[in-house]
Every structure is written in structure tokens, then in C-alpha cells.
């Protein structure tokens, strides 16, 4: 069983354990404090099953529990098992506290959530334990390196860092004609000692930092490994050649080489943020807009004449035009299109002075979520006469045009939002939104709007 196929099984057999767990601890606290004082699969009782079990899979899929990046590490397995405990608690309560039933049933709760943790506990201890006896076993390998170089210092890291499945035994290049030992305590010989070494050695596995063609040793060393059923793997140096980081990705056959990483490229991780978009859109739209936009609009046409929604063609994702729509909270006028909002604007209301400082004016921008112009976590939109400007005074500016817009961003929850003085300020922003793109996550995309609420609520001083 190779590492792969071992962190695939193991996820699986995660997954598989979680849902018995889950459901067992449900189950038996509910039928001990039944909450409506009836069978288990009454109709209150298995709306209760069907939010337990979805509320789990929604915490789990935030913390990316089941992710193999998770399953990378045995610690990051329970640090994010906890994670998932507390978010899934957290909806739960918010569900019952929605449906209004079991508040009462302290037993309930006691018994159903005693019982997750312990079990969930155990799971996590037996297949720990589980783990460590197939890593050694059957996945522990030793590995050398040929070529002494950057990359294969770098690849030594590597292995070291994972020391539970690689054992590192050492470098083989042609700097010594006789084996010895390096500076760090690695073993080093020549290349033509490699395959004699590592029969007598029971290495696994060389990975090699020279290509074939390269060196005639190494050439003959793959033969000779062919002949003695030893793997030999290569390691392209293909970071001499560029200047800045870059990512590989595979088309069939092709690798192909990016200079930045793009998670949201991946259908997957686009489909995850849509889905979220449209769920909380929908929510806020329904629960807030729909009772929200009377009171606003019967303020505004108070206070000015004018339209109650203020729309305005901004560029989105591609550079593509969209009308973004605001709560109006200026006076009609006809700079807006051009001119930003400053700290002393004559042309902000009274009740507009207040929609922007609590950041109401952008809540019609749901409307753009749901439509899909625009998404909840994403670099603000600008003017399109501010992104034509900005755009011939920052050579990276519009990269940032490669992300759909959104209502709020880690530039502007860094405090970079609003009114844009100088050049220095809009090149920080484009910055964070880099950033962003390159390390978007849904952890990051509920970071952000965590900070976004607390910093509603804080007051900011570019919220005007």
C-alpha cells in the first residue's frame, strides 16, 4: 500500500467512524432525554437527527477536517477534530434556539455531547495508534539523495520533516570517491557507490537531483537500479531557471508551470464558495433585507430626493463591467461616477453619514452575491475609471481583477477600505488582495467575515 492510497483509506475510515460516532451519541442522548418526550424518529426527532448530522458536516467541511492536508499531520488531526466540535455545538444550539424546542433538556445535552467527545477521543487515539503500526510497517522507506545541491539539501529537509514515513540516509555525488560522513551527519559517497549502498542498506528509494543525460554515472546507476529492484526518482532543478515562486500543476502528461498558486482555479473550491455565497445571500436577503430596505428607504426619501438604491457599473471578475448596487447615501450629483468619498464629503446625508458607518449602505450588494457578480469574500470593486487609472501606476493591479468582487476583503479588514489618498495605499490593498487569491481557504473567507462584523461593531475610521 503506497502513502497515498494509506492517507485515502485512512480518510475513509475516518469518515466512516465519525458518522457511527455522531449518530450513536445523538441517538443515545436523545433517547434517554428524549427532547419532545417521544420515540426517536418522531417528526421533531428526526428534523433534531438530520441538523445533528448537518451541522456536522458543515463544521467539518470549514475546518477541512476529512482534507488530506489535514491528514498530512497527526496533531493537526485533533487540533482540527476540537475545531469541529466547538462549530458543530455552536449551530446546533442555534438551530434549537431557531426551532424553539430542548432548550430545557440539560440532560440532553450532557449525555449526547459527553459522549461525542469521548468517542470521537477514542476514534482518534485507536487510529493514531493505528496509523503508526501501518506507517512502520508497511509505509516506512529509506531514501537517498543524488546530487549535492540546493534542491537536494532542500529535499533532505524534507524527509527529515517527516521522519515517521522517510528515513533519510544520505547524500551520493561525485565530490569524495570513498564514503564518509558530511557536516550534518549524512552519510556521502560517490554515485557509482549509490546502488551497492543501498542494497546493503535496504534503501528503498534514490531520488536523484541530476538527470540522466546530465552525468554518465547517474545514467549507469539507473541501470543498475533496474537490475536490483531499487526506485530511482527524479527531482528537476526548475527553480534555477525562474525568478519569483511559481506552482506546477499537470495537464495530462504536461506539467505546467504557474507563477502563483490559485486555489479558487479549482472547480471544487469555486463550487464550495458559490454554494456558501447563495446560502448566506439568500439568508440575509430573506431574514434582513426583506423588512430592512421599507425602514431604510423610508429614511432616505426623507432626508433627499433621489432613487433609494444607488447603482453603479464597477469592474468584476475579467475586467467585466456589473452594475453594483449600494443604498443611496449621498445627494444626487454628478461626480459620483468619478469622484471618491472623502472624510468631509458635502454630498453625504445625515441617515447616509449613518448607513456607511455602520456599513449598511452595502448590504444590497447580497443581491449582487446571489446573482453571482459579485461573492461575500473577495477584493472590493472599484470605478471603472479608478481601475483604468490605477491600473497604469500598478504593474500588478490587475491581477486582482482575476478574483469576483466582494462585499468585504482581507485588505479591507486590515484596514485598508474606503477613501484611497495616495498611490502608496491602493498598492497595500492590492497587495492583501493577492494575497487572498493565493491563499484563499473557506478558514480565511469565515476569518474575514468574523473581523468584518467585529470591526462594524468596533467602528473603523476609514467607514465614511
Known amino acids: 500500500m503506497g502513502q497515498k492510497s494509506f492517507t485515502y483509506f485512512h480518510r475513509v475510515i475516518f469518515m466512516v467512524s465519525d458518522f457511527l460516532v455522531v449518530n450513536t451519541s445523538y441517538l443515545i442522548g436523545y433517547s434517554f432525554f428524549s427532547l419532545a418526550k417521544s420515540s426517536v424518529f418522531s417528526d421533531i426527532g428526526f428534523k433534531l437527527?438530520?441538523?445533528?448530522?448537518?451541522?456536522?458536516?458543515?463544521?467539518a467541511a470549514?475546518?477541512?477536517?476529512?482534507?488530506?492536508?489535514?491528514?498530512?499531520?497527526i496533531e493537526d488531526i485533533y487540533r482540527q477534530s476540537g475545531k469541529?466540535?466547538?462549530i458543530q455545538s455552536v449551530l446546533f444550539v442555534s438551530v434549537l434556539?431557531?426551532?424553539?424546542?430542548?432548550?430545557?433538556?440539560?440532560?440532553?445535552?450532557?449525555?449526547?455531547?459527553?459522549?461525542?467527545?469521548?468517542?470521537?477521543?477514542?476514534?482518534?487515539?485507536?487510529?493514531?495508534?493505528?496509523?503508526?503500526?501501518?506507517?512502520?510497517?508497511?509505509?516506512?522507506?529509506?531514501?537517498?539523495?543524488v546530487g549535492y545541491n540546493e534542491t537536494g539539501v532542500e529535499?533532505?529537509?524534507?524527509?527529515?520533516?517527516?521522519?515517521?514515513?522517510?528515513?533519510?540516509?544520505?547524500?551520493?555525488?561525485?565530490?569524495?570517491?570513498?564514503?564518509?560522513i558530511n557536516e550534518d551527519g549524512q552519510v556521502v559517497g560517490s554515485i557509482e557507490e549509490c546502488i551497492d549502498y543501498a542494497i546493503e542498506n535496504?534503501?528503498?528509494?534514490?531520488?536523484?537531483?541530476?538527470?540522466?543525460?546530465?552525468?554518465?554515472?547517474?545514467?549507469?546507476?539507473?541501470?543498475?537500479?533496474?537490475?536490483?529492484?531499487?526506485?530511482v526518482k527524479f527531482v528537476p532543478n526548475v527553480r534555477a531557471n525562474l525568478e519569483s515562486d511559481y506552482n506546477i500543476e499537470y495537464l495530462g502528461d504536461f506539467p505546467i508551470i504557474s507563477l502563483r498558486f490559485e486555489p479558487l482555479q479549482e472547480l471544487k473550491n469555486r463550487m464550495k464558495k458559490r454554494i456558501a455565497d447563495i446560502c448566506i445571500s439568500a439568508f440575509i436577503i430573506i431574514f434582513f433585507l426583506s423588512w430592512l430596505v421599507p425602514i431604510i428607504a423610508l429614511l432616505i426619501k426623507l432626508e433627499s430626493k433621489g432613487p433609494v438604491f444607488f447603482k453603479q457599473l464597477r469592474s468584476g471578475r475579467d475586467n467585466k463591467p456589473f452594475w453594483c448596487y449600494k443604498f443611496r447615501s449621498m445627494k444626487v450629483n454628478k461626480s459620483s461616477d468619478v469622484l471618491q468619498a472623502s472624510k468631509t464629503d458635502a454630498r453625504i446625508t445625515k441617515i447616509g453619514a449613518f448607513l456607511r458607518k455602520t456599513s449598511l449602505d452595502e448590504f444590497p450588494q447580497f443581491i449582487n452575491v446571489l446573482r453571482?457578480?459579485?461573492?461575500?469574500?473577495?477584493?472590493?470593486?472599484?470605478?471603472?475609471?479608478?481601475?483604468?487609472?490605477?491600473?497604469?501606476?500598478?504593474n500588478k493591479f490587475m491581477i486582482r481583477q482575476l478574483l469576483k468582487p466582494g462585499i468585504t476583503g482581507w485588505a479591507q479588514v486590515n484596514g485598508y477600505r474606503g477613501e484611497t489618498k495616495n498611490i502608496e495605499?491602493?498598492?497595500?490593498?492590492?497587495?492583501?488582495?493577492?494575497?487572498?487569491?493565493?491563499?484563499?481557504?473557506?478558514?480565511?473567507?469565515?476569518?474575514?467575515?468574523?473581523?468584518?462584523?467585529?470591526?462594524?461593531?468596533?467602528?473603523e475610521e476609514q467607514a465614511y
Open 49 to 59: 437527527f438530520v441538523f445533528f448530522n448537518l451541522t456536522w458536516l458543515i463544521a
Open 62 to 73: 470549514t475546518m477541512r477536517l476529512y482534507s488530506t492536508v489535514t491528514f498530512n499531520k
Open 84 to 86: 469541529t466540535l466547538i
Open 97 to 145: 434556539w431557531v426551532l424553539k424546542t430542548g432548550m430545557h433538556e440539560k440532560g440532553f445535552f450532557i449525555t449526547c455531547y459527553g459522549l461525542l467527545i469521548m468517542l470521537i477521543g477514542i476514534s482518534r487515539f485507536f487510529f493514531t495508534y493505528f496509523s503508526e503500526f501501518i506507517i512502520k510497517s508497511k509505509l516506512h522507506k529509506k531514501i537517498a539523495i
Open 155 to 180: 529535499l533532505a529537509r524534507y524527509f527529515q520533516g517527516n521522519n515517521n514515513i522517510y528515513t533519510f540516509e544520505g547524500f551520493f555525488d561525485n565530490g569524495s570517491d570513498f564514503l564518509s
Open 202 to 231: 535496504n534503501v528503498q528509494e534514490i531520488y536523484s537531483t541530476i538527470m540522466p543525460g546530465q552525468h554518465e554515472d547517474v545514467t549507469r546507476m539507473v541501470e543498475f537500479a533496474d537490475r536490483n529492484c531499487v526506485r
Open 372 to 394: 453571482g457578480d459579485m461573492s461575500i469574500v473577495g477584493p472590493r470593486p472599484h470605478m471603472l475609471k479608478h481601475t483604468e487609472q490605477y491600473s497604469a501606476l500598478i
Open 425 to 459: 495605499l491602493m498598492e497595500k490593498r492590492v497587495e492583501y488582495d493577492i494575497y487572498y487569491m493565493e491563499r484563499w481557504s473557506t478558514t480565511l473567507d469565515i476569518k474575514i467575515i468574523f473581523m468584518t462584523i467585529i470591526n462594524i461593531f468596533r467602528g
